[in-house]
């Protein structure tokens, strides 16, 4: 049978927008609020990969130790710049290992917001993307649903109560938009059939709240569901260029990003949430 874990995580921050692993560029909706050169990115990090622990690095030095599956570090505010990340197995040797999964040249601009996620791609391998969060306001009476694909699952249809809201969406990319409020039952299927990924679960979309809905994981291990939801929706994203994935380079993070990233990653690594989880 399979098994369909329900997640909730509760951060300060959410929000949407398309992103493959390596893309040259993202431009972030919610322009509207204006950013300082100044101001800090925020940035947390999602474990999507099932039953795989790792150790995260960025540019050579490691900001999380036993990085478990399941797992959401609490939002950091990072000063801006730019940094290569790669995640190797537990305790494995950044200067001889392979990395899992890397990605290059990510470039953290004021006043980002981003969710980085290590995941499968549909052919299971694993990969890191950073998704860009739209934190702008959400019109009253409405709620912002963004739903983002990354799972080991070709192209899939995401249903509220039967009716597909999002169609033929590919992994790695997300769809977002303005639902009346209400709580539906959320299910995801193959796209244009009515094969089962995930089962159907109660999705509560709250006014003014925004609702991230990651489906991911792979056959062997279960689908999973994870919702990630925020009120926060006071500041605007800026946009993040990225380069093709490859190896760290010698340049380093500057130093104030380099100083953070280490005391604050690891520190929310401690703190970051396990997801709560049932089975149909």
């Not at 990395?99 to 006043?111: I, K, N, Y």
């Not at 409020?181 to 796209?191: E, F, K, R, T």
């Not at 104030?256 to 005391?263: E, F, M």
């Amino acid at each position: 049978m399979r098994r369909t874990r329900t997640i909730t995580l509760v951060t300060g921050t959410a929000g949407a927008l398309v992103l493959g692993a390596g893309a040259p560029a993202l431009a972030a909706p919610g322009d509207d609020v204006a950013t300082d050169a100044t101001d800090p990115a925020t940035v947390t990090v999602l474990h999507a990969i099932p039953d795989v622990p790792v150790d995260v690095y960025a540019n050579g030095e490691e900001l999380i130790a036993d990085f478990a599956p399941g797992t959401l570090t609490d939002p950091l505010e990072l000063p801006a710049g730019e940094y290569d990340l790669e995640i190797f197995p537990v305790d494995a040797d950044p200067a001889t290992a392979e990395p899992t999964a890397e990605l290059a040249d990510v470039a953290l601009t004021p006043g980002l917001d981003a969710t980085v996620t290590a995941f499968l791609a549909e052919d299971g391998s694993p990969a890191l993307v950073p998704f860009v969060n739209d934190v702008s306001v959400v019109p009253a009476g409405q709620a912002r649903l963004v739903v983002r694909h990354v799972a080991a699952a070709p192209a899939v249809d995401v249903r509220a109560d039967g009716t597909p809201l999002v169609e033929d969406l590919a992994n790695p990319d997300e769809e977002m938009l303005l639902v009346d409020p209400g709580v539906v039952s959320a299910d995801v299927v193959l796209a244009g059939e009515d094969t089962g990924v995930v089962d159907p679960v109660d999705l509560e979309l709250a006014e003014g709240v925004v609702t991230t809905v990651y489906a991911y994981g792979d056959e062997e291990s279960g689908y999973q569901l994870a919702t990630q939801t925020s009120t926060n929706t006071a500041s605007a994203p800026s946009s993040v260029p990225t380069g093709t994935a490859g190896l760290v380079d010698d340049d380093g993070l500057p130093l104030p990003l380099v100083a953070v990233s280490l005391v604050g990653l690891v520190a929310a690594a401690a703190a970051g949430r396990r997801l709560v989880t049932t089975r149909a």
